[in-house]
Each structure stands twice: as structure tokens, then as C-alpha cells.
């Protein structure tokens, strides 16, 4: 007798455990009776009739990503590579609609992404596509979450996380850049030479200034000597003439002998011959003293 009713106690702790299932955290899972659409059941340990009820399917409520690359032009006729993120989530409250109304949501989420980037980005030139991908973004998003809501899906977020243009794009705007910064490091360059040349004049000037004034100091001391040592010589009963004669001829063996002193000058005096001198000296005295009739005559 036992040995008869051991199959059927079995067959019935199959039933009853099978009768038990366990929904796992943020996981939906859809029964059906006989095919029908029953119940969703959700995180936690659940009872289901044996074999009349059936888990369809078992959906994640965790929010999901979708990446969608997308081969699309812009308005000056740059053909670009997009990548746009789509976050999206089941809603909780629409699980069957969720299951039953759409076979496949990437396909639906992906189809929605190309209409949209293709309607926006043929409007903007390839510079404003990089500065204003938040909008196309935030024109993705609202598009799909106006479709995808009435399907039981929410759309958290749209990302354009990359824009890939041609290669040879990307080398003619690395070329251009380039240049921009050249030139603009050669005005900069430009700019500082100026300010050098400016400074140097600034410095020059002032150099000759100061130098005209120290000759001219130089020259009012000389003067100044000159007329020192003619009052000298007059005082033990030299003429005048004789006196500058006398000092020009000094200065001239001062020059001879400065000229002496430094081996590598190149400057030559005329005239340079022994008797130049005593010549100068000579011509210097004749000279004056015609000079000295002149005057007693015309006084």
C-alpha cells in the first residue's frame, strides 16, 4: 500500500513546490493562466497555480542603456558619426504594456533616435553640432519620451557621448587650429619686437642725449682749462698768440701720444710728418699775428 501511494506523495511535493516561485530586487515577473495575461508579481517569494499558471516573463526594472550610433550630415555637408546613451527604465505601474505592446524596445528606442538626429543635425554646421549636442540630447529625450511612455517606458536621460566627423575633417580642423594659434603667437611675437625697438629707441635717444651733454661738458671744461692756461703763460710775459700757439701744439703731441698708447687703433693723423709740429706751430704764430695787425689797424 505504501508502495503505492510514495508516487503520488512525490508528484505532490513537486506540485507544491512548484507552486512557489521568487521574484528577484527590481525584477517584474509577468504570470499568465492558459496564456491570458494574469498578474505581475514583484521582488519576494510568490504562490502561482501548478501548471495552469505560467511565468512569461521575467522583465529588469533597473535602468537600462541603450547606445545607438548613428551616420548622419551636417548642414555645410560634413558627414559625422554620433553616439547617443538612451537611459531608459520600465515604468512600474505598466509592466504589461511594457511586455505586450512592444516585441522589441531597443528597436523601437533606435528608430526614434535616427528620426530625430537626422531631422536636428542637418540644421546646425559642424562647429555648432560640438557646442550644442545638449540640444539635439534634450530633442532626442522629448521625442522618446513622448513615444515610449504610452509602451511602459520611461526615458531617464539622452547622451550624445561622442561625434566622430571624417578623418580627413579631423586633420583640416587640426590644421586650422593650428594656424589660428600661429598666427596668434606671431602677433603676440610681433607685439613684444615692437615694444623691444620701442625701448631700444627710448634707451638710444636717451644715450645721446646724456652723451651731447657730456660733451658738452666736456668741451665747457676744456674751455675752461684753455682759458687757464693762457692766463698762466700771459702772467710771465708771453704773448697771446704765442700762448695758444703753444697749447695747440701740446694738445697736438697729447693726441700723438694717445694714438701711441693704444696698439690697435686705426685712426691716422694728417699730417703725420716729423716736422709737422714745429709747421703747425709756425703757421699758428704767423697767423695770429697778421691777425693781431688787422686789429691795430682797423682800431
Do not use: C, W
Not at 530586487?25 to 508579481?41: D, S
Not at 505586450?100 to 562647429?127: G, W
Not at 600661429?182 to 631700444?200: H, N
Not at 646724456?210 to 710775459?237: C, T
Amino acid at each position: 500500500m505504501s508502495l503505492f501511494f510514495a508516487p503520488i506523495i512525490f508528484i505532490g511535493l513537486i506540485i507544491l513546490f512548484a507552486s512557489f516561485f521568487v521574484v528577484k530586487q527590481e525584477t517584474a515577473a509577468i504570470i499568465e493562466r492558459f496564456g491570458k495575461f494574469q498578474a505581475v508579481k514583484h521582488s519576494g517569494l510568490h504562490l502561482k497555480l501548478p501548471i495552469i499558471d505560467q511565468i512569461a516573463k521575467r522583465l529588469n526594472l533597473r535602468i537600462q542603456q541603450l547606445d545607438v550610433i548613428i551616420d548622419t550630415k551636417t548642414l555645410d555637408n560634413v558627414f559625422i558619426r554620433m553616439k547617443v546613451s538612451v537611459q531608459y527604465q520600465v515604468i512600474r505601474n505598466q509592466v504589461g504594456d511594457a511586455y505586450y505592446r512592444l516585441e522589441n524596445p531597443e528597436n523601437q528606442i533606435t528608430s526614434f533616435v535616427f528620426d530625430v538626429v537626422r531631422a536636428e543635425v542637418p540644421k546646425l554646421k559642424l562647429d555648432d553640432v560640438f557646442v550644442r549636442k545638449d540640444d539635439v540630447a534634450i530633442a532626442v529625450k522629448s521625442e522618446l519620451q513622448e513615444a515610449m511612455n504610452s509602451y511602459g517606458y520611461d526615458i531617464i536621460k539622452a547622451l550624445v557621448t561622442d561625434i566622430d566627423p571624417d578623418e580627413q575633417v579631423k586633420h583640416a580642423m587640426n590644421r586650422i587650429n593650428a594656424a589660428e594659434r600661429e598666427k596668434t603667437a606671431a602677433e603676440y611675437e610681433s607685439e613684444a619686437q615692437r615694444i623691444r625697438i620701442v625701448a631700444v629707441a627710448k634707451a638710444e635717444a636717451e644715450s645721446k642725449k646724456l652723451q651731447g651733454q657730456g660733451i658738452a661738458d666736456q668741451r665747457r671744461e676744456i674751455a675752461k682749462g684753455l682759458q687757464e692756461s693762457v692766463g698762466m703763460l700771459n702772467s710771465v710775459n708771453i704773448k697771446p698768440q704765442e700762448a695758444s700757439a703753444l697749447i695747440v701744439v701740446t694738445q697736438h703731441y697729447d693726441t700723438l701720444q694717445s694714438i701711441g698708447a693704444n696698439n690697435r687703433s686705426n685712426l691716422v693723423l694728417l699730417p703725420n710728418s716729423p716736422t709737422a709740429a714745429s709747421s703747425m706751430l709756425n703757421d699758428l704764430v704767423v697767423s695770429m699775428a697778421a691777425s693781431q695787425k688787422i686789429d691795430d689797424a682797423i682800431g
